[in-house]
Each structure stands twice: as structure tokens, then as C-alpha cells.
């Protein structure tokens, strides 16, 4: 089993400042990693994920996170945010073993609150 | 290409009844999942359907049950709805079910239980 902590419920911001939302997880077995946004009245999408390679991976909106194995954690940063950004954002995981299937195990989100 | 589409939008039942929420995947996707999200929580897994077939299940009772047909659309249905029940249902789908096939959620259906 699988379990996906989120460190802060609301994180605010002010425009242009650098920001990072904190990922924990827990599990008995290798996992892969992903990162959803959620904009208000919309369904979750895609931000980025780790399956293997290169521990740190990036989006096409300026967002990355580093997988870090030893502290069992995915963390999300952005060097400056724009307003734009404000949304809800959930870590996820997968467990990673061959037949397991891509269900997901979701952390509580973090409010990303952007101010001008 | 069209998306996850889910329906209805909104629902509201009171405790008891029964409810059947309905969800059509991507197009060319066989896979499709549902998750409960609560108000102000991250989403639960509930089951997923591969090729018409339950492919896991989360920690959901019975009364939690589904369908995935021939088009690969899928129905949730729950039955003797409890007031916890209330929550965004969100549905997604993907082509195949590997961890490195991406899911692409709809917009949730959201249902009021009184």
C-alpha cells in the first residue's frame, strides 16, 4: 500500500516570487511519481511525472520536481510563478511493479495562491 | 480528439436512493477509472474496468459498483446513498493500464446527498 502526504494545505504567493510545494510518500514497494493540477471547475491534468532516468523532471510551464529516493520525496518548484498558476495541486503515485496497473494514490493538494 | 466527457454535471439525492453516473473516455482509450474526491481532499480510487473486465479496487463497499461496455464508456453506480457519499466523482481514461499509460480526467460529476 501506498500513501502520499502534503505537507502544506494553502501555500501563498505573491507574482514572480519562487514557490515549492512539498511531496512525501510512503510504500512498500518501487513507485512512480506524478504531479496533477487542477484549475477551478476542471478536471485534474497532467503537470509532469517520474517513471525512471533522470531524477529530476520538468514541464512545459516552467514547473520541475526531483525525485529523491532516500527522503521518499517529490517536491515541486517553480522559480516565478505567474497568476495564472493559482490552482489546486496534487502529488500522486503508482505502484511501479509490471502488473500492477496505473491506478493512482493521491496527497490532500496544496492550494496554490498567486497574488499580484 | 474528444476528451473525457462525464454526466450529469451536478446531481442531488437524498440518503437512500440509488445514483448512476456515466463517464465516455478519449477516444481509443480501453481503460477507465473513478475516483471520489471529497470536499477539500485529494481523490480516492474506487475501481478501475480494462477491456470490460474490473481491473482493482480501492476501498470501497459493495454498494459501490460499475460497468465498462463494448464502446468502452463506463456507468458508477451507488446504491442506498449515505450523506458521505457526497463528493466530486471524477472519471478517467487511458489506453491501456501500465503505469506509463497517462490518464486523462473528465470534469467530475458532482453529487449532493440529503
Known amino acids: 500500500a501506498q500513501s502520499v502526504t502534503q505537507l502544506d494545505s494553502q501555500v501563498p504567493v505573491f507574482e514572480e516570487a519562487p514557490v515549492e510545494l512539498r511531496c512525501n510518500y510512503s510504500s512498500s514497494v518501487s513507485v512512480y511519481l506524478f504531479w496533477y493540477v487542477q484549475y477551478p471547475n476542471q478536471g485534474l491534468q497532467l503537470l509532469l511525472k517520474?517513471?525512471?532516468?533522470?531524477?529530476l523532471v520538468e514541464s512545459i510551464n516552467g514547473f520541475e520536481a526531483e525525485f529523491n529516493k532516500s527522503q521518499t520525496s517529490f517536491h515541486l518548484r517553480k522559480p516565478s510563478v505567474h497568476i495564472s498558476d493559482t490552482a489546486e495541486y496534487f502529488c500522486?503515485?503508482?505502484?511501479?511493479?509490471?502488473?500492477?496497473?496505473?491506478?493512482?494514490?493521491f496527497g490532500g493538494g496544496t492550494r496554490l495562491m498567486v497574488k499580484p | 480528439e474528444t476528451g473525457v466527457t462525464q454526466s450529469p454535471t451536478h446531481l442531488i439525492k437524498t440518503r437512500g436512493q440509488q445514483v448512476t453516473l456515466r463517464c465516455s473516455s478519449q477516444s481509443g482509450h480501453n481503460t477507465v477509472s473513478w475516483y471520489q474526491q471529497a470536499l477539500g481532499q485529494g481523490p480516492q480510487f474506487i475501481f478501475q474496468y480494462y477491456r470490460e473486465e474490473e481491473n482493482g479496487r480501492g476501498n470501497f463497499p459493495p454498494r459501490f459498483s460499475g460497468l465498462q461496455f463494448p464502446n468502452y464508456s463506463s456507468e458508477l453506480n451507488v446504491n442506498a446513498l449515505e450523506l458521505d457519499d457526497s463528493a466530486l466523482y471524477l472519471c478517467?481514461?487511458?489506453?491501456?493500464?501500465?503505469?506509463?499509460?497517462?490518464?486523462?480526467f473528465g470534469p467530475g460529476t458532482r453529487l449532493t446527498v440529503l
Open positions: 500522486a503515485v503508482s505502484d511501479s511493479r509490471g502488473n500492477a496497473g496505473n491506478m493512482l494514490t
Open positions: 517520474y517513471l525512471s532516468g533522470s531524477t
Open positions: 478517467a481514461s487511458s489506453f491501456g493500464d501500465r503505469q506509463y499509460n497517462e490518464q486523462f
